[in-house]
């Protein structure tokens, strides 16, 4: 081990600063650091809470909030182990640091349904070190052992007199002190806040109008910029002239970034209506003969050709070519929009040796870094504040970091501090939509009626190709392609998932839920074929073929009693499960629906669980599970992209509808109390969602639905 | 210039007349919990009340306001004290917390129209405003949750 090693791994530093009370940054191993963090650098520094004389208790978040309540959860997670009294707990977004990458991805970002998992014992471990500084301050003054004190809600307790000191006032006094790095952690059953319903810190600021999400941002004499960008992907600016722009009061530039014309005004209002008079002439010949048919063209050809093999189990060909009746479908998802509430901006300050940023990210390295690229700056002269998200939904989480790098180019033009803001149809037009996949799909049941085998290919773009997650592609499958398929868990004795991975010019990215947004659709309800194939209930088939995964049929069993299964409906009413394991969580639900005459498709009501492990708040947990079926339900009944010569056909929400209150079903959520290793919460309630609503319309009709989003005229 | 009132003050502005009251409020009056979301009043995020009705300010010319009384969020109350924001952090509505701005707005406008809407009122009240996140359920029963406590306070 190298002194410096040793000393990150001994040593922790305590400054005193002059109004603003202790700061704490300390070096911790992470215990279970996995595959992304380098060698070398097991040891990252750490600076996760401040305490301030009044007796604030700051938490610095190393993850962003988007709605998922990581604002709530991470000084929870802080709190518990500091003993500290909540009601003085406040959050605050981290500055960019390595001592603030995730403790897996080993880069700080936002993503993959990981914050409160991979922070579980990051921020406990923070909680607990300055606990153990504040007791030794206290201990010093009271020249007692430190095990001779106790903690409790913002005190130090001296065991021998019953005096106690607050935090706060600890803090003033730790000049020189050292603890030792090895602090011992709670046993759960001494938690007093992990595992409560405590109501989210941030929900006052986002109920008053004040909140700063990166659209607000104001600078001292900033502008507002909109860029008028290529209108298919791909094209090529030609000409364009700036003077009808330019003749827009209240437009003060007009100039080519790498994505096209930005419009540079006082306000939006004036850039907008400049940009509306710019003329432009582009080359779109790049994606001149793409459609939406034609893509599905060859999609449907290649998935007649044997693809990249993702699981193998026995022999699915053989067993289907034996079979006496064979059971043949392709299913198809197009490709679909975030559509956050709040479209992409990124505010600006660009100076010649320095450069300043604000915006809602998810990916707070790779868009610093590429700031840096961009400004010809080093990414430590790049500082990036993380504002509250509008909705991330991944769209924010960009490889390419497409709105920030922007931006940054736009700020090199206008010579002035400058906000890009996005519209609507900017937004949606903007790509890095969740790609659309065609699977096809063959199964057979046994003479008794159970699955005998499964055969399942998809077919559709790689989100991680060429991207800098590339290297997590292995032998030719992406498995965000196949997550969700190639781990069917049901006991069917022949099983073959392929891939066949497509390239086109249209940018794709993780979606809530990433493969599971389709590969859930497509297993669950083909899974439900086979069932009604076989003649079997679909809850009792499911909980046949799951013996062996006991979380899966813990949560399907908690939404068949809930949903009071197998009992009797209104008239005109079926009732759909799903069961699906992401994340490291698993969920389930059943929902009703029913069709009315014209097609039109009505949920009613919807009963979903998850076992996410041990959980640190079953009040955000129900919230997510309530959103993720909602957004489920959107793309499974309305949405979808489709593209006519080379163009984007949707713009905005009259065209692209979202679910609405009066669509709206009844949720009821269930988190499931477990001891089991932490999972994740904000993705694991989407996919589950569209397989249940279309199982429950062939329970309410016997018509079959393949393809999203549903219109009943396309099910069979 | 254009003279209207926001949250009780008056206020003049030398603006495009054309210009949607949403920039104007959140651009030359600094009040930015009024959202841009869509532009063509499809989602409710920019809803504001002119004369206590509730309105969609992206679409709303801001010479439309002369004259009148505009509340945004800001205006609603100063301390959180008003019973929407009180039901909204009882029930933990928000969730990223952009829509939620015009969601209370539009409620507001429901509940000085109807002080005790049923469910039926809000689908009609509320579908213009989308929420991304999925915050229907708890928006309803908030709504509910204000009406009562506006009830309540009423009784007293």
């Known amino acids: 081990m190298s002194a410096t090693m040793m000393e990150r791994r001994e040593f922790l530093k305590v400054t005193v600063g002059a109004s603003s009370g202790l700061l704490i940054g300390f070096y911790l191993p992470f215990a279970g650091a996995a595959a992304a963090a380098p060698a070398g650098e097991v040891f990252k520094p750490n600076a996760f809470v401040r305490i301030a004389p009044d007796e604030t208790i700051s938490v610095v978040c190393n993850h962003s909030e988007m709605g998922q309540g990581v604002y709530t959860s991470l000084p929870m997670l802080l709190a518990d182990e500091m003993d500290a009294d909540w009601t003085k707990v406040r959050y605050e977004p981290a500055p960019v640091d390595p001592a603030y990458n995730h403790p897996v991805f080993g880069v700080q970002m936002t993503g993959g349904s990981t914050s409160t998992w991979s922070g579980f014992e990051q921020y406990r471990k923070a909680g607990a070190a300055a606990r153990a500084v504040l007791v030794a301050v206290a201990a010093r003054e009271w020249s007692v052992a430190p095990e001779k004190c106790t903690t409790a809600n913002g005190f130090v307790v001296n065991g021998d007199t019953g005096a106690r000191q607050s935090y706060g006032l600890l803090s003033t006094k730790a000049a020189g002190i050292q603890v030792p790095a090895q602090v011992a952690l709670k046993d759960s059953k001494d938690f007093h806040l992990i595992g409560k319903p405590l109501k989210r810190l941030d929900t006052p600021e986002k109920s008053s109008g004040k909140g700063i999400f990166g659209i607000d941002v104001s600078l001292p004499g900033m502008m507002t910029a909109v860029v008028a960008r290529a209108p298919s992907f791909g094209a090529k600016l030609k000409t364009f002239d700036p003077a009808p722009a330019m003749a827009v009061q209240g437009v003060r530039k007009v100039t080519q970034v790498p994505t096209g014309v930005a419009v540079i005004a006082d306000g939006f209002w004036a850039a907008k209506r400049g940009r509306d008079a710019l003329h432009i002439e582009w080359d779109e010949s790049a994606m001149a003969g793409f459609s939406t048919k034609s893509q599905r063209e060859e999609y449907a050809a290649l998935a007649r050709q044997p693809g990249l093999v993702a699981r193998k189990d026995g022999d699915a060909a053989a067993a289907l070519a034996r079979a006496s009746k064979k059971l043949t479908a392709v299913y198809e998802v197009p490709y679909l929009s975030h559509a956050m509430m709040e479209p992409l901006n990124c505010a600006v300050d660009l100076r010649a040796d320095h450069c300043e940023i604000w915006v809602g990210t998810q990916f707070q390295t790779g868009d610093r870094y590429a700031a840096a690229q961009i400004a010809g700056l080093k990414p430590e002269h790049v500082e990036l504040h993380t504002t509250l998200l509008g909705g991330g939904f991944g769209r924010r989480a960009n490889p390419a970091s497409d709105f920030v790098g922007e931006a940054v180019h736009v700020a090199k033009a206008a010579g002035a501090p400058v906000k890009v803001i996005w519209t609507r149809e900017d937004d949606m037009h903007g790509g890095f939509y969740r790609p659309a996949y065609y699977h096809a799909l063959e199964g057979c049941v046994d003479s008794g009626g159970a699955p005998l085998a499964w055969s399942h290919r998809i077919v559709g773009q790689s989100i991680l190709a060429g991207t800098p997650f590339a290297a997590m592609v292995k032998n030719g499958i992406d498995d965000s392609s196949v997550e969700g398929a190639a781990d069917l868990p049901y006991a069917i004795p022949n099983v073959s998932v392929e891939l066949h991975t497509t390239k086109n010019p249209v940018p794709v990215l993780w979606w809530r839920s990433v493969g599971h947004s389709h590969t859930a659709f497509v297993k669950e309800s083909f899974f439900d074929e086979l069932c009604a194939a076989g003649g079997k209930d679909p809850y009792q088939m499911r909980r046949a073929l799951l013996a062996g995964h006991p979380r899966e049929l813990g949560v399907l069993d908690l939404v068949a009693e809930k949903s009071g299964w197998g009992k009797p409906l209104p008239a005109g009413r079926g009732r759909g499960i799903a069961v699906h394991a992401s994340f490291g969580s698993f969920a389930a639900m059943v929902a009703e629906a029913s069709v009315s005459d014209g097609g039109k498709v009505r949920v009613h009501r919807v009963v979903t669980a998850i076992d996410c492990g041990r959980y640190v708040n079953p009040g955000i947990i129900e919230a997510q599970l309530e959103g993720g079926a909602i957004f489920g339900m959107t793309a499974a009944l309305h949405d979808e992209l489709t593209f006519e010569g080379g163009r984007l056909q949707q713009s905005n929400f009259h065209n692209y509808p979202m679910l609405r209150m009066n669509e709206c079903p009844e949720i009821e959520a269930h988190a499931i109390r477990s001891d089991e290793k932490p999972g994740g919460i904000g993705e694991p309630g989407v996919p589950c969602a569209a397989p249940a609503v279309a199982n429950a319309i062939f329970a309410a009709t016997g018509k079959r639905v393949r393809k999203l989003p549903i219109r009943m005229s396309e099910a069979v | ?156």
């Open chain 2, 1 to 156: 210039m254009i003279s209207f009132r926001v949250n009780g003050k008056p206020v003049e502005l030398n603006v495009d007349p054309a210009m949607p009251l949403l920039w104007a409020i959140r651009e030359n009056l600094g009040l930015t919990g009024t959202k841009f979301g869509c532009g063509v009043a499809q989602c409710g995020a920019c809803t504001v009340l002119i004369d206590g009705g509730a309105v969609r300010s992206c679409v709303t010319p801001v010479s439309r306001a002369a004259g009148r009384e505009v509340t945004t969020i800001e205006g609603l109350s100063a301390d959180l004290s008003h019973p929407l924001q009180r039901a909204w952090i009882e029930i933990d509505v928000p969730q990223c917390g952009y829509c939620q701005s015009g969601q209370i707005m539009s409620a507001s406008g429901l509940l000085r129209a109807k002080p005790k809407p049923t469910d039926e009122d809000i689908d009609q009240a509320m579908t213009g405003n989308i929420c991304r996140c999925g915050t229907y359920p708890r928006i309803r029963r908030a709504i509910h949750r204000a009406a009562e406590m506006m009830a309540e306070r009423g009784a007293k």
